[in-house]
């Protein structure tokens, strides 16, 4: 599988710097899955980005380029596995979670109050490819869904190495929490308080 995400989001974990995703889901997503194992992350340049990037963090979608594939192909890089997920239903805890991400406060309530009001908080764990997996482009990943059918064969390799150390995943866990509360799901949802 495959999640699509802002590319500058994206960048910022390859360079060691997890960014907390604040997923509603795609227009054709039928709803908020929460991925099981490892998934592979698919930049994506949507042209919202750029609005919706705070201006001090703009230079991470001109650097996100690296990441992008050749046309008619995807280049896979990036594995995931969701460490910590919450569940956030009152809007006054967003300007909260300004510091844990790279979105305009415009942006965060946009995708707040679509369809109905909520979010889900991701805070997740990514290992770099030591050789990259490139794939044909397949139309079906076209539009505007998060998920991506990749089909088989498409593991991480054993010797990946992950892009931020345990230290500072576990203390950005436990920053989150002391705003959202403890995890609901993942690894880190059993460390407690």
């Known amino acids: 599988m495959g999640l699509k995400e802002w590319a500058s989001t994206c960048l910022a974990?390859?360079?060691?710097?997890?960014?907390?995703?604040?997923?509603?889901?795609?227009v054709g997503d039928a709803g908020l899955d929460?991925?099981?194992?490892l998934f592979w992350l698919v930049?994506?340049?949507?042209?919202?980005?750029?609005?919706?990037?705070?201006?001090?963090?703009?230079?991470?979608?001109?650097?996100?380029?690296?990441?992008?594939?050749?046309?008619?192909?995807?280049?896979?890089?990036?594995?995931?596995?969701?460490?910590?997920?919450?569940?956030?239903?009152?809007?006054?805890?967003?300007?909260?979670?300004?510091?844990?991400?790279?979105?305009?406060?415009?942006?965060?309530?946009?995708?707040?109050?679509?369809?109905?009001?909520?979010?889900?908080?991701?805070?997740?764990?990514?290992?770099?490819a030591p050789v990259p997996v490139d794939l044909r482009w397949n139309p079906v990943w076209d539009g505007c869904v998060s998920w991506m059918?990749?089909?088989a064969g498409h593991a991480l390799e054993a010797d990946a190495k992950p892009t931020a150390d345990e230290s500072v995943m576990l203390n950005l866990y436990?920053?989150?929490a002391k705003v959202l509360g403890p995890a609901s799901a993942g690894p880190f949802s059993a460390l407690g308080e």
Do not use: N
């Open 13 to 26: 974990y390859a360079e060691g710097t997890p960014l907390l995703l604040l997923r509603k889901g795609g």
């Open 34 to 37: 929460r991925p099981d194992g």
């Open 43 to 128: 930049p994506t340049w949507v042209h919202q980005q750029e609005q919706g990037l705070r201006p001090e963090r703009r230079d991470l979608l001109a650097r996100a380029e690296t990441l992008r594939s050749l046309e008619g192909t995807l280049r896979l890089s990036l594995a995931a596995r969701l460490m910590a997920a919450w569940g956030i239903s009152e809007e006054s805890v967003l300007p909260q979670l300004r510091p844990f991400h790279a979105m305009t406060d415009e942006t965060v309530a946009k995708r707040f109050h679509y369809r109905k009001p909520g979010l889900q908080a991701w805070l997740l764990r990514v290992w770099k």
């Open 149 to 151: 059918d990749l089909g």
């Open 174 to 176: 436990e920053r989150l």
